[in-house]
């Protein structure tokens, strides 16, 4: 039941060439650096990410983006990411771009083991009825788009049905973690960290501190130990940078 390994180089040592990974974070925050530290150290190619954006050129995915590692992208937002877009609109990326509520679920229903569900959101868009650009051509042209979804009607409201996900890898990000598994997060650091946690069929989880089984509060886990393998200690010091920073223009003490 001890799930606390040395270093995350020994953590990602299985991840290998066309891997799918679910990520988390939102924007800067709750990003598993660490751990993307460690995979960008390996030869993994070809990756799948699934995650709600790819940070930033030089912090968290967008480095293994930057670096051509990335082949196929599974999110909600490219954000202030412009290597991310660029590599989208040239043909060198595949992106299904999804709504952020059903990225979301579906990492969600992954987990709990649910194939589909229906949704109202993407209906009478290119999410339901097909057409979204997958991937571009070299040219500009739309070398690859999307296929109608499935739709129904309940009680005279039309819903798409959306698939779950579930991927090879989980990289998650923890305030507190015991060692067992079970995970604390950090206020808006618990974003999409649960989720990608539970989509993962290996989820490694990387604390910022990692206390014994049994000394944490029941009802203050958030992420409960069976969906976890590895826990992987932050080491002190590690970077949190600001994705924007906002200084008030007005004299006197900042509130």
Known sequence: ????????????????????????????????????????ATSAMDLTVVTNNCGTESFGLGRLLSAHRIGRVVASYVGENEEFARQYLAGELEVELTPQGSLAERMRAGGCGIPAFYTLAGVGTMVADGGLPLRYGSDGSVARASVPKEQREFQGRRY??????????????????DEVGNAIFHESARNFNPLCAMAGRITIVEAESIVPAGSLDPDRIHLPGVFVNQVVPVPPGTEKPIEKLTLSTTSGSAH
């Open 1 to 40: 039941m001890h799930k606390v390994v040395s270093s995350a180089s020994e953590a990602v040592a299985a991840i290998s060439d066309g891997a799918s990974l679910a990520v988390g974070g939102f924007g800067m925050c709750g990003i598993p650096t660490v751990l993307i530290d460690a995979l960008m």
């Open 160 to 177: 798409v049905l959306e698939e779950s996900i579930t991927t090879d890898f989980a990289l998650v990000r923890a305030y507190i973690a």
